[in-house]
């Protein structure tokens, strides 16, 4: 069993056409018992619930704040390469795209890691493009220990791996791995992934499935929100939340909500989602799910970002650099996407602090991971 085989028995048309039905009375429902409930979640993501956002607002802080207090945990990316085999048209790092390439060696990694050490990190997030046999396992499983021993927390999020490369990775002290699909919709996946492996939707549905059984902490789930509807994306990413949950109860969970950025070569959103929606979104899950991490990335404006803090954001990167070297190089051109959250790491820790917030760099150590294989 793996979610593939659970996605291919829903119908995403009655999903759709339910959401756009959701009343006021479902919605009043759904804030009764919104734990762990789909029928729920899908009523407070529906435009039905946009009446209710300052309740739903209230009752996800407080959730927030019962689970995880005034913590808020700090990460910030390393990017380890933006060579790309893949064709994406909303990436910056697309194959095509007449950009310089660049993959960090020891030497350029080190001088990364001195640089986040430098600002207080202790938790980190591996990034690079999809590109097997350039930057793949080996590479993977060569910088690893390198990382690792400067830092409590290493995820990752680079292509999608086989099931024996987790178990490497892991072994070499991986801890969490990011595995965004970009959209449920697989007409709107195909149009917008024109070439290389990730053109396999499938694969990529039932990735978690295998990182879970390699036995890492934690899985990240995501979807680019505008490449199509987004409330119906956010219900189906919930479908593989719960899934997910049931079969592999020993992982913890966390989800990403990045919107489309210019990048590029970039295109335009097909769906625009507003700030009130995805202020909906981030409550809805919270609602739905106490336990979930919630992270939101350097995408968003400032006035933004310190506004959605209480609401049920858990992480948060702070003066992040979307390019391999860009730590030491700011201004090399090799980005990812844009950012707008430009402001340093102690102007963003000002900004919590001042709104009560605890910034976290450290809240783990390895010898917590242990056993925590799913059978
Ligand atoms: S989104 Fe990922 S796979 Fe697609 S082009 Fe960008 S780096 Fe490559």
């Not at 804030?31 to 009752?59: F, V």
């Not at 099931?163 to 990011?178: F, K, P």
């Amino acid at each position: 069993m793996s979610f593939s085989v659970r996605f291919s028995q829903l119908n995403l048309d009655d999903l759709s056409m339910k959401l756009y039905a959701s009343t006021a009375a479902d919605v009043e429902r759904a804030l009764q018992h919104p734990s762990g409930n789909l029928n729920s979640l899908l009523a407070l993501l529906s435009p039905a619930a946009q009446p209710y956002i300052e309740q739903m607002a209230q009752a996800a802080a407080q959730l927030t704040r019962q689970r995880f207090g005034a913590n808020l945990g700090l990460y910030l990316p390393l990017y380890l390469s933006n060579l790309c085999a893949n064709e994406c048209d909303y990436c910056g790092f697309s194959m095509s795209n007449k950009i310089k390439r660049k993959t960090l060696n020891d030497a350029e990694i080190l001088a990364e890691v001195e640089i986040i050490k430098s600002r207080g990190f202790d938790s980190i997030l591996l990034v690079s493009g999809e590109h097997e046999t350039k930057v793949g396992i080996e590479y993977f499983a060569h910088v690893l220990p390198l990382i690792k021993q400067h830092f409590s927390y290493v995820a990752m999020e680079v292509q999608p791996l086989k099931a024996d490369e987790y178990q490497r990775l892991v072994a070499l002290g991986l801890d969490a791995v990011m595995v965004y699909q970009e959209t449920y919709r697989a007409q709107t996946y195909a149009k917008h992934h024109t070439r290389g492996k990730k053109q396999d939707f499938t694969h990529r549905l039932d990735t978690p499935d295998r990182v879970a059984k390699a036995g890492v902490d934690k899985i990240g789930l995501g979807v680019l929100l505008g490449l199509d509807d987004w409330r119906l994306d956010a219900l189906l990413m919930g479908y593989h939340l719960d899934y997910l949950e049931r079969h592999y109860w020993r992982t913890r969970y966390s989800i990403s909500l990045p919107r489309l950025r210019p990048c590029t070569g970039g295109i335009e959103p097909k769906v625009l989602l507003t700030d009130t929606g995805l202020v909906q979104m981030i409550c809805a899950f919270r609602l739905f799910n106490q336990q979930l991490d919630i992270s939101l990335s350097t995408r968003e404006t400032p006035e933004l970002r310190d506004n959605l803090l209480p609401l049920g954001v858990t992480q948060l990167s702070a003066g992040s650099s979307t390019q391999p070297g860009g730590y030491q190089q700011p201004d090399s051109q090799l980005d990812q996407f844009e950012i707008s959250d430009e402001r340093s790491v102690d102007d963003v820790i000002v900004a919590m602090k001042t709104r009560g917030f605890n910034p976290v760099f450290k809240d783990w150590e390895k010898a917590w991971g242990v056993n925590n294989v799913n059978g």
